[in-house]
């Protein structure tokens, strides 16, 4: 059982590059989201969803879009990068219908930003 | 809005030592609470939660009860291994919105000597 899956697990970037940093799912959970972890910042929320076709904003949403065409796949884009995106990126996702439910980490993708 | 407080570290501990990490939260009604850790080069792992005030998560040793007169979710193990180094997250689900979010607290780096 796969779970939660990322690619790429590293990128590096030069400023005003655009990339999608993809995640899939294979529990067929309807709830997906996408946060970047930073020294001395925890994990801040990015972009969540709670099914196809339904996305919204988290904490920190500015310079990155979403899309959810399918259960399984939640890619997060960078249209033009910049140093402040340098960060780890987690995906996540949670089965609906259980609010305590437990929330499922990919490995993470480590972004650096020239 | 929702926050978590964690005790910042790093915290370093001998083998068999007692581990406290602090929690506290801020939250309209009554949030279910969790611990997530991270190993190295790993994503975040679901390590215990609680629902309701009173209730006392467990797992591989560790343990945190949900104080609702104090707003804390300290985690505590009577001895502690190598193997628990790692970082410790705190985190609450979040009022409204979403049933999935979680906000975190800015994470504990645990390292146990031998």
């Known amino acids: 059982n796969a779970g939660v899956t990322q690619t790429p697990k590293f990128q590096v970037l030069k400023t005003g590059q655009s990339m999608t940093l993809q995640c899939a799912q294979d529990m067929n959970h309807e709830y997906m989201s996408w946060y970047r972890q930073d020294p001395g910042m925890g994990l801040r929320l990015i972009h969540y969803?709670?099914?196809?076709?339904?996305?919204d904003q988290g904490e920190v949403p500015n310079g990155y879009n979403v899309s959810r065409s399918t259960t399984e796949d939640f890619p997060l884009r960078l249209l033009s990068a910049a140093p402040s995106q340098t960060s780890v990126y987690f995906c996540?996702?949670?089965?609906?219908?259980?609010?305590?439910?437990?929330?499922?980490f990919g490995e993470g993708s480590r972004l650096t930003v020239l | 809005g929702n926050s978590v407080t964690q005790m910042e570290g790093p915290v370093t501990l001998s083998e068999e030592a007692f581990l406290t990490i602090n929690c506290t939260y801020t939250a309209t009604g009554y949030p279910s609470l969790f611990w997530y850790v991270q190993y190295p080069g790993e994503g975040l792992q679901l390590l215990l939660k609680a629902t309701k005030a009173d209730d006392k998560g467990s797992n591989k040793g560790f343990e945190a009860t949900y104080r609702k007169e104090t707003t804390s979710f300290h985690l505590e193990k009577g001895s502690v291994q190598v193997s628990d180094s790692a970082v410790y997250f705190c985190a609450s689900r979040a009022d409204g919105g979403s049933q999935g979010n979680l906000i975190f607290g800015k994470g504990t780096k645990l390292s146990v000597k031998p």
């Open positions: 996540a996702s949670k089965g609906t219908g259980r609010r305590t439910g437990e929330l499922f």
């Open positions: 969803s709670v099914g196809a076709g339904i996305t």
